[in-house]
């Protein structure tokens, strides 16, 4: 029982080597005229990143604070398709079809 219990613990210890995303913490200096606040500063950030292809769908849904879902949903109010793909890839996908 113990030998099992000690193997799982090493499993987990290794998959959470891989899941656990480090994040940098980051201090903006924004007029006080603007009207955001850090969720939604966080959200703008991160569906700009998620559009240019440098976060995926769950590191952007991270980064903004929301689940996969919810950050999917609300990606058309800041004009971002979740379909995030280039065109090139579209006319492949249509030539193979």
Same mark, same amino acid.
């Given at each position: 029982?113990?030998?099992?219990?000690? $193997?799982? /613990?090493?499993?987990? +210890?290794?998959?959470?080597?891989?899941?656990?995303?480090?994040?940098?913490?980051?201090? #903006?200096?924004?007029p006080d005229s603007l009207d955001v606040d850090n969720?939604?500063l966080a959200m703008l950030v991160s569906t700009r990143?998620?559009?240019?292809? $440098?976060? /995926?769908?769950?590191? +952007?849904?991270?980064?903004?604070?929301?689940?996969?879902?919810?950050?999917?949903?609300? #990606?058309?109010?800041?004009?971002?398709?979740?379909?995030?793909?280039?065109?090139?890839?579209l006319s492949t996908d249509v030539a193979n079809a």
């Amino acid at each position: 029982m113990c030998e099992r219990l000690l $193997k799982r /613990s090493k499993l987990c +210890a290794h998959l959470e080597k891989y899941y656990i995303r480090a994040m940098k913490t980051l201090t #903006l200096n924004i007029p006080d005229s603007l009207d955001v606040d850090n969720r939604g500063l966080a959200m703008l950030v991160s569906t700009r990143l998620y559009e240019q292809g $440098k976060l /995926s769908l769950g590191e +952007a849904a991270d980064v903004a604070g929301l689940t996969k879902r919810t950050f999917a949903e609300l #990606l058309g109010r800041y004009g971002v398709s979740i379909f995030n793909f280039p065109a090139t890839d579209l006319s492949t996908d249509v030539a193979n079809a």
